[in-house]
């Protein structure tokens, strides 16, 4: 697939598992068990040691899924992201913007998705080829802060992660969010071991979206 075609299907499927977990068997189960709910875009965060690991995994079990798209994230530096690339990363996502993450990301033709807080950090992240910013964290931005950079900047496309839960996420869908990083609860619950109850949670978040 060419950037320009997962990032669609990124905003297609408008909900994204932001993934963690504490073992490579932990992170393959949550992921699977998201899937399984209808959650098909799957983050894997790097704050998993074994984030390669689960990634090469995960594409591997659904390499003939389409709708499955496996990434990575909390991405801090370039050398993580061509690990995760070389292990089947689709799309790579940060908590910030950095400069060197982004030229290795486009020489993949891998979608960089870097997180921002401010307009110039959107500006910048925007003119080094970031197609898709994310607006993190949403609970301390705010819904406002869509609207009011898409004042100045129409053409800007954002994933929104921080605070995105059931009760919010079609506010922020409404506010003009293409997509939303949605993680604190089937990460709770994946701590847990309770993986019947993330497929059912993420069955609710597909069947409850609007957008």
Not at 29 to 35: D, F
Not at 148 to 169: I, Y
């Amino acid at each position: 697939m060419y950037a320009s075609d997962i990032l669609h299907s990124l905003r297609c499927q408008q909900l994204v598992a932001v993934i963690r977990g504490d073992s490579k068997e932990n992170g393959i189960q949550v992921s699977k068990a998201c899937i399984e709910g209808g959650l098909t875009a799957i983050e894997m965060a790097y704050t998993n040691r074994y984030a390669s690991e689960i990634i090469s995994a995960l594409n591997d079990e659904y390499v003939d899924r389409q709708d499955v798209l496996i990434g990575a994230g909390t991405v801090l530096d370039a050398p993580t992201a061509r690990m995760a690339i070389l292990a089947g990363a689709k799309y790579v996502v940060s908590p910030t913007f950095d400069h060197e993450t982004a030229v290795m990301c486009h020489r993949y033709g891998i979608p960089y998705i870097p997180g921002c807080m401010t307009l110039k950090e959107i500006i910048t992240a925007m003119e080094d080829g970031c197609e898709m910013i994310k607006l993190f964290p949403g609970s301390v931005l705010g819904k406002g802060m869509i609207s009011a950079v898409k004042g100045p900047l129409p053409q800007a496309s954002f994933m929104v992660t921080g605070g995105v839960n059931m009760d919010n996420m079609n506010e922020w869908f409404e506010a003009g969010a293409d997509c939303l990083g949605i993680g604190g609860e089937l990460n709770r619950l994946g701590a847990k071991e309770e993986y019947q109850a993330i497929t059912k949670k993420a069955k609710a978040y597909v069947q409850n979206k609007k957008a």
